[in-house]
């Protein structure tokens, strides 16, 4: 079955980094658009970025634009999110996801920016 499982997640400064990762199972990754998205306590999730299936393209939203960086590599089945430069209003959940007829989520990971 389909699983994806992210990780990197914890508590960090301002001005700090963070690296996430999402290990995907289940199905052919190389073939997918992935995804992580966001939510904070109290407010709708929504998408931080997205990568294509070869990695050629990414998109970000405008509030991550400059300070995070989507990568993939396929032959790990992996897909990851650096984040630089974070900010107290970063904290939230963080979740991966496959695009697709089927959209599939990850549990998520706590990313807490706090001094």
């Known amino acids: 079955q389909v699983q994806l499982v992210e990780s990197g997640g914890g508590l960090v400064q301002p001005g700090g980094s963070l690296r996430l990762s999402c290990a995907a199972s289940?199905?052919?990754?190389?073939?997918?658009?992935m995804s992580w998205y966001r939510q904070a306590p109290g407010k709708e999730r929504e998408l931080v970025a997205l990568?294509?299936?070869?990695?050629?393209?990414?998109n970000y939203a405008d509030s991550v634009k400059g300070r995070f960086t989507i990568s993939r590599t396929n032959a790990k089945n992996t897909v990851y999110l650096q984040m630089n430069s974070l900010k107290p209003e970063d904290t939230a959940v963080y979740y991966c996801?496959?695009?697709?007829?089927?959209?599939?989520w990850g549990q998520g990971t706590q990313v807490t920016v706090s001094s």
């Open positions: 289940g199905f052919t990754f190389s073939i997918y658009t």
């Open positions: 990568i294509s299936s070869t990695g050629g393209s990414t």
């Open positions: 996801k496959r695009s697709g007829a089927n959209a599939y």
